[in-house]
């Protein structure tokens, strides 16, 4: 178990130092070729495995707690959900990089798993809060989490727009403008819960569950920040800048896959 918990993150550091890398050794012949590149390969392929492992360690969550505790575990059902359909997407999108060598169509059925994923997540981020307010753990008055909401709501408003605003004045058709919209809105709604359940969790046996939801906390907010980057840089055109999509992407389902699992170690003890 030591042994994973060691190597686990290389899954997802190594494969976006593949990406970043591109961003200095252009010339390389990982870079280049007949489509799909290595690098795209293994940009496209690391995806799908670490969704898988989010997926995967949140069901286990889900069942190793089913019955020392029913409604976290459902709350752990709805993420595994979330993430289940998130990995259908990225499979979607995994066929056209890989087997087909081409880019996939925007929008396309990989936006409507993705899509379908939010409710999920949102409902999962829900129930651990109220899973943590029955059982005594504080998370404020409600109208300390209104304010500590809109707080978070105000500051994530006030990076994403200025990026944004590119995507929404870009000629695209009201498909691919809606959907480079609507990723960030999504990923921003998610955040407050996120900010609710780290005051909880360092409030939970010492730093353990603190490191679940830290990891959790900081892959979301690598997957705001990449949908962010995505809308921005497909609205400008910067294709030169795929890298940086591609790294933020990776490390954001690393660091949840591994709060997932870290999650599981615990439940285990």
Known sequence: M??????????????????????????????????????????????IVLLACCAYF???NARALYTADHDISSAWVRLATGWTLYCMGQMTLGWYQIVKGTDAPFPSWADAFFLLAYPCFLAALLAFLHVYRQAGFGVGTVAQQWALGAAVGVSCLTVA??????????????????????????????????????????????????GVWAAVLAGFAFMCAGDVLFAHFSA????????????????????????????GALAAK
């Open 236 to 263: 400008l055109g910067k294709v030169g800048l795929d890298p940086y999509v591609h790294a933020t992407y990776i490390v954001s389902y690393g660091l949840v896959a591994e709060g997932a699992r870290r999650q």
């Open 161 to 210: 727009i200025p990026l944004l605003r590119p995507a929404l004045a870009a000629p695209t058709s009201t498909g691919e403008t809606a959907l480079n919209l609507a990723y960030p809105v999504l990923d921003l709604a998610l955040v407050a819960p996120l900010v609710l359940l780290m005051r909880v969790a360092f409030a939970l046996r010492g730093g353990s569950v603190a």
């Open 2 to 47: 030591k042994g994973l918990s060691r190597a686990f993150p290389l899954l997802f550091i190594l494969p976006a130092l593949v990406s970043l890398a591109q961003l200095f050794f252009p010339d390389l012949g990982i870079y280049h070729g007949p489509r799909p590149t290595a690098a795209a390969t293994v940009a496209s392929l690391s995806k």
């Open 58 to 60: 949140s069901w286990s």
